[in-house]
């Protein structure tokens, strides 16, 4: 009889010392058993915006940044975005537990303080009432999670922005050129962009990529040990949000 495949493989994004000044290797430790399952392991989207989020650290003014990270799971986009010298960051979830081991694996170059993880549950009205607001809002496949949760997504990331904010979200697309505007009942990612614009916010696409040419993730295996299946048609998107039409 096979034996059962064990947890706890990490998920591992080394930052480019040519684009941040230094190199760091962020860690994580990929669990299911410690969140809701989709959660406790690191999909091919947090590559995507890992890589993102280097390439443009200059413009998105990480430096002094104020990040959080919405449905973080193993919190890999924002511990990327520390080792790239963001002022502070806040990794959310509904289940933090696995957050705070993944801060802890980090501790080595990470300041003090620097990283927090806290429960976050989209649409809460404590989430509203709270005045908090965030330079840089993350979020990386949370759209995957299912259309009913988009609207309480959004209004989370209005309630968390001011004015100059910037929300980055990556996601599959449903092929190399949409643009977010296809049929809402049969891609996701439209269905999160009709959503965004009904809501006021404003939405810029970035390119798209094929997840077979981006090396951190097929150099990397999911939380059993095993490499993610690609039939090498995948692409994944990030999408960039912000409500400079409602300031």
Known sequence: MAQPRQQRHKSTFITS??????????NVIQDTRRVDGLGGEVWPGAHVLCHHIEQHATELGLNTARVVELGAGCGL???VAAGLKAQSVVLT?????LLQMNINLN??????????????????????????????ILGSEVTQLGRSLHTPLLRTVLWLSHCKTKA?????????????ECKIAKCIASHFVHTARSLGLSVKKHPSILLTTVASFTQSVGALGRAWPLDGDEYSTVFELTKANQC
Do not use: N
Not at 17 to 26: D, T
Not at 110 to 136: F, I, K, M, N
Not at 168 to 180: P, Q
């Open 17 to 26: 010392a040519a684009l941040s000044g230094e190199e760091i290797q962020v």
């Open 168 to 180: 980055l979200f990556s996601m599959d697309v449903c092929r190399e050129t949409c643009i977010g």
């Open 93 to 97: 979830d509904e289940y933090p537990d």
């Open 107 to 136: 501790s080595s170059w990470l300041r003090p303080g620097q990283v927090t993880a806290s429960e976050l549950v989209w649409g809460e009205e404590s989430v509203r009432s709270s005045g908090l607001t965030y330079d840089l």
């Open 77 to 79: 986009c924002g511990l």
